[in-house]
């Protein structure tokens, strides 16, 4: 994987609300990710070029974000437009917070590192949002846990056989029985992944029990994968 | 907003490239103009312009200087351009 030449996803859409912003980290980037009042997401870098401090504590205020510190103002492009100690300054274009390109697709927040990222995959499947999970791990050996993961579907109380298929880089689907889920991976370092999961399907069938069901198997999940790690450090400790 | 021509002369202990680097950092994230003038060991003169409230903060900035300058003092003359 070219980080560089991918999209990746940031957290799940429904956790940003319209009016708020939120710190990650991507390949130990840090970045906010905020959603004017109309709507919009944004993905910036997480630092007011006046004192550095993280955007993601600052404030939503229609189209504008607006830095805790000094109250500074940005708009949407990321250009510097008020700065309260100064109210009558034209501010100068220059003062500007680095931007990358914001989508959002199947329940998710995607951003890219690329000024030419490759095109946004067309297909947006109806999808309900599950959880993100946070693991202790590199993207590939969180990847290679999915590949191995055993679903246990909506209904039932055992897991079945599930077909695991990476539909880009960044993107998993795990099909078992009548349900499939979307997991999108944020390698936030090199030994830190989150993963984004949502269901796909209407919200009439999952929302509420099939969520419920989804996200004790998740929890199980992540649980089961920190206890292997945990044995596996511990048989290193041991030899 | 108030244009403003500043000529500054910024003495104390320097290494020039990494001042000059600074001070031209600063002045293009505050949409300043500036011209530098003589750059020694000991002092870095050099004209900027622009709004009055960027020069301040221009020089509030210098004074700080990089990690490896030394400014102990600042000498600012205000230059009126319509005299």
């Known amino acids: ?239 | 907003m108030t244009h403003e021509h500043a000529r500054f002369v910024f003495k104390g202990t320097f290494q020039p490239a990494s001042f000059v680097e600074f001070a031209q950092h600063r002045a293009e994230r505050l949409g300043l103009d500036l011209q530098f003038g003589q750059a020694s060991m000991e002092a870095v003169a050099l004209n900027v312009s622009g709004a009055v409230e960027l020069v301040d903060a221009f020089e509030m900035a210098c004074s700080l200087g990089p990690f490896d300058c030394f400014v102990l003092d600042v000498v600012r003359h205000d230059v009126d351009l319509a005299a």
């Open chain 1, 1 to 239: 994987m070219n980080p560089k030449n991918c999209w990746h996803p940031l957290g799940l859409s429904h956790s940003i609300e319209a009016g708020s912003s939120a710190g990650t980290r991507l390949l130990d980037r840090e970045l906010v990710v905020w959603r004017d009042n109309s709507g919009v997401a944004h993905v910036w870098e997480d630092r007011c070029p006046h004192r550095g401090m993280k955007l993601s504590f600052g404030f939503v205020r229609g189209d504008h974000i607006a830095c805790l510190y000094h109250g500074w103002q940005y708009n949407s492009g990321g250009h510097c437009q008020y700065i309260p100690a100064h109210p009558a300054l034209d501010v100068p274009k220059t003062i500007k917070v680095p931007v990358y390109p914001a989508h959002e697709r199947n329940g998710m927040v995607w951003t890219a590192l690329s000024e030419n990222p490759p095109s946004v995959p067309d297909d947006d499947e109806p999808v309900v949002p599950l959880r993100s999970l946070y693991l202790g791990c590199g993207v590939e050996a969180a990847a290679a846990a999915l590949n191995a993961c055993r679903l246990v579907p909506f209904g039932s109380q055992t897991p079945a056989d599930t077909t695991v298929s990476r539909l880009s880089d960044t993107l998993f689907a795990l099909s078992c029985a009548q349900d499939r889920l979307l997991v999108g991976i944020q390698a936030i370092s090199n030994t830190r992944t989150a993963l984004h999961l949502s269901i796909v399907g209407s919200a009439e069938r999952y929302n509420g029990a099939g969520q419920s069901h989804l996200n004790g198997w998740a929890l199980q999940w992540r649980q089961a994968l920190e206890t292997r790690a945990a044995n596996a450090r511990l048989d290193q400790d041991v030899a």
